[in-house]
Each structure stands twice: as C-alpha cells, then as structure tokens.
C-alpha cells in the first residue's frame, strides 16, 4: 500500500511538472497560431487584439485598469493606450518567436522582469488574469485555438517575467 502510495506521489509530481511544460511541439504550435495575429496583413488587428485582452482584463479584474493610468488606460481607445497595447502586443511576439531559443528567451524575459518589477502595484498574478484574458480573446480571433499549447507556454514566459514580483 505505501508502494503504490509513493508511486503515485511520483506520477502525481511527474504529471504536474510535464504540465508547466511547452515542449517543441506546442511551442510550434502557439508560434504556428501566433501568425493569425501577427501576420503583415492585420497590422491594425494587432492593436484591437490587444485591447480587446486589456478591456477583458478590466472587466474581470477589479483594480486592474489603475495599473495603466500613466498609460490613459481609463480609456482604452485613446492613442497613448492603444500604443501601449501595440507594446505588449509585440513584446509578446518577441518572446513567442524566442521560444525556440532558450538562452535568448531567458535574457529577454528578465528585461521584462526588471521592468514589470518597476511598476508599483504588479503582481504575479496579474500574469495569471491576463492569460485568462487572452484565452477568452484568442479563440475569437484564431481558427482552431489551442488553449492547452498556449497555457503551457504563456506560463513559461509569465514565470520568467515574474520572477521577483510579489
């Protein structure tokens, strides 16, 4: 009985360690469903993506849009938010094309670290809302959304950008 209880102890640990994973095929996976947002032909989709995530992140989030006043994020159709959306936007590509290139991927994501340790207010689980957000835009927007490829590998990017936040 103590067998099988260590036993699966260890699966349990397996299983749970498997899933913080974004392996080469579902970091393929979420760059190959990436380009449905980035691609040249929906420059503009870019931004209304973007604030799309922000305006869910809002809604769902109470205290959220505070974070995002020097920023105008009480109105999110202002230019000086709609910039700042693109910003994300494109910080995001960065890291979703760098996944294949872990060294590179790491250095990245403690510039952001630094940065988002700079903004009064931010917490690790700001990261966790916003990629709830994103799983309720991207389904609109990319045929055949993959949630589980995107979970598995926005929490290896949001653990390396939160690293040191509260």
């Known amino acids: 009985m103590l067998v099988a209880f260590v036993v699966a102890l260890c699966f349990a640990d397996a299983m749970a360690t498997a899933s913080d994973c974004c392996s080469s095929e579902e970091r393929r996976e979420v760059q190959r469903q990436w380009k449905h947002v980035w691609s040249a032909q929906f420059t503009g ?15 769902h989030n109470e205290g959220t849009r505070e974070l995002f006043e020097r920023v105008n994020g009480t109105y999110t159709a202002s230019p000086e938010f709609r910039a700042h959306a693109l910003r994300v936007i494109n910080g995001l590509d960065t890291v979703i094309n760098l996944l294949d290139d872990p060294a590179t991927l790491n250095e990245q994501l403690h ?6 340790q700079a903004r009064e207010g ?9 990629n709830e957000s994103f799983l309720r835009v991207l389904p609109q ?18 653990r390396g950008i939160t690293e040191g936040l509260p």
């Not at 604030?51 to 809604?59: P, R, Y």
């Open 45 to 59: 989709r870019r931004v209304a993506i973007g604030t799309a995530v922000f305006n869910d992140l809002f809604e």
């Open 111 to 116: 510039h952001l670290s630094v940065q988002h």
């Open 122 to 130: 931010v917490h690790s689980t700001h990261f966790e809302a916003i």
């Open 141 to 158: 927007v990319i045929p055949c959304f993959n949630p589980d490829a995107w979970n598995r590998c926005f929490h290896r990017i949001s």
